[in-house]
């Protein structure tokens, strides 16, 4: 990752499995600091691109691709105005955006004891409610210390997914307030429904 901004390419109008885009090991970077005069964040963040694909941990792992990290506010729009809208996304392709040192997999140690919120939302709705959700993540306005370890967004027909990550299934106070959180930001109504799952619940299912 040569330039400044920590930016990669990823394929999503092709069908194939995104090999041609070189992997790099995320654990093996060096650590992300905020240029001078930038606004720091909290956590640095990585951003993962993939397709939906085998649900076994290896080569799910092999399917995500780092296209980004950033440190900053700066840095975060400057990754942000590189990508691809949702809408734009052939279905079937996955964005995360997961603090630095967590993958965005079930078996991962910071998620399996987690669940995440799950929103299902019209496609011409979901390029703003990424938007939103990525800054409210950044910008922790989730007020739940480090219980949120990522967001993810899955494109799929007729409607796409948008999903919060949080640490503890069991933390029912951070779980309550991460879904009241995603009703404000979102702006959506209490007929909108969210479900909570269990990480737990889709290890269960998981080859081995």
């Known amino acids: 990752m040569a330039n400044k901004y920590e930016i990669r390419p990823y394929a999503s109008d092709s069908d ?3 090999d041609e885009v070189a992997d790099v090991d995320a654990d093996k970077l060096e ?3 905020a240029g001078p005069g930038e606004h720091k964040l909290q956590y640095t963040y990585c951003l993962w691109f993939g397709k939906k694909g085998s649900h076994r941990a290896a080569e799910y792992d092999k399917s ?3 296209v980004g990290r950033c440190a900053s506010v700066e840095q975060w729009w400057s990754l942000y105005c590189h990508l691809i809208k949702p809408t734009s996304l052939k279905p079937y392709r996955r964005l995360h955006l997961f603090k630095s040192g967590i993958k965005p997999m079930w ?3 910071s998620n399996s004891k987690g669940g995440k919120w799950v929103i299902r939302l019209k496609k011409s709705k979901m390029d703003r409610a990424w938007e939103n959700v990525c800054m409210a993540m950044l ?3 989730f007020l739940v210390g480090s219980e949120i370890c990522g967001v993810v967004l ?3 027909y007729p409607e796409d997914v948008l999903s919060v990550w ?3 299934a069991t933390d029912t106070v951070s779980t309550n307030r991460i879904r009241d959180t995603l009703r404000r930001i979102l702006n959506l109504p209490q007929s909108q ?3 909570y799952k269990p990480h737990g619940d889709s290890l269960k299912f998981v080859p081995a």
């Open 16 to 18: 194939d499995s995104g």
């Open 31 to 33: 650590p992300l600091e």
């Open 64 to 66: 995500l691709h780092l």
């Open 107 to 109: 078996e991962d140690p």
């Open 139 to 141: 910008g922790e306005q």
């Open 154 to 156: 899955c494109t799929q």
């Open 166 to 168: 949080n640490r503890t």
């Open 193 to 195: 429904h969210i479900e």
